[in-house]
């Protein structure tokens, strides 16, 4: 079974720095997908940003990054330029390339405090 | 367009009870996935549908079930509540997958806080 692990339950950032949330996985599968969701107090999960397994690429969303190390079976994320918007809880999530819809497997979270 | 929409966004039960709730997906999207986030146990998969027809299922007992209508919105079932089906209830939805090989993400609502006394 596949599972998924941030081991950071907290992190911190000042305003305006960079941060990096980290994300561990462990699956047998070649085909797969990784996720970074956002949830902020509200409630709503939010897509952060996602990277298919089979593109060595790493993904990029305008402040956010990964850095997908796929032998090593991780996937960070880096946030530049803080933003107090920023803080929220943070998943990583993983999908299997066989299921073709549902089934996201969460990590724990990270909850991410921005300090003006 | 509109997100994916839940209701109610509260509820309050007692144990032995039964409970329905209720997600609409953004129009056009035809799977849905409902997840239980409880902050010991964390974001667990209960089911996802898709045209109507359960496409998966996690690890939760009979108890939990689920629906889908041929508009595509959904509702789950939660029946004899214990203590313990305390939780935010997330429902997600996404555009259906080309083949196997997709990234389509899912949306999520903004989920159904169940309390059970």
């Known amino acids: 079974a596949q599972t998924v692990t941030q081991s950071q339950p907290e992190m911190s950032v000042q305003e305006a720095e960079t941060v990096t949330l980290s994300c561990t996985y462990d699956?047998?599968?070649?085909?797969?997908?990784l996720f970074w969701y956002k949830q902020p107090p509200s409630r709503q999960m939010i897509l952060v940003i996602r990277?298919?397994?089979?593109?060595?690429q790493n993904a990029t969303e305008n402040r956010f990054s990964v850095n997908f190390q796929k032998a090593a079976k991780s996937f960070s994320l880096k946030i530049s330029d803080s933003q107090l918007g920023d803080a929220a809880m943070y998943f990583c999530a993983y999908r299997s390339g066989l299921d073709q819809g549902g089934k996201l497997i969460f990590g724990q979270g990270t909850e991410l405090s921005v300090k003006p | 367009k509109a997100g994916v929409t839940q209701t109610p966004r509260y509820l309050i039960k007692t144990r032995g009870q039964q409970v329905t709730l209720s997600c609409s997906p953004i129009?056009?999207?035809?799977?849905v996935s409902w997840y239980q986030q409880t902050p010991g146990q964390g974001l667990q998969f209960l089911f996802e549908?898709?045209?109507?027809?359960?496409?998966n299922k996690g690890n939760f007992p009979g108890r939990f079930s689920g629906r889908q209508f041929s508009n595509s919105r959904s509702e789950m079932n939660v029946s004899t509540l214990e203590l313990g089906d305390s939780a935010l209830y997330l429902c997600?939805?996404?555009?259906?997958?080309?083949?196997?090989?997709?990234?389509?993400?899912?949306?999520f609502g903004d989920g159904t806080r169940l309390s059970i006394l």
């Open positions: 699956t047998s599968e070649s085909d797969y997908y």
């Open positions: 997600a939805s996404s555009l259906p997958g080309q083949g196997a090989r997709s990234n389509q993400p899912q949306h």
């Open positions: 549908y898709f045209s109507e027809t359960q496409r």
């Open positions: 990277q298919e397994a089979y593109k060595q």
């Open positions: 129009s056009g999207h035809r799977s």
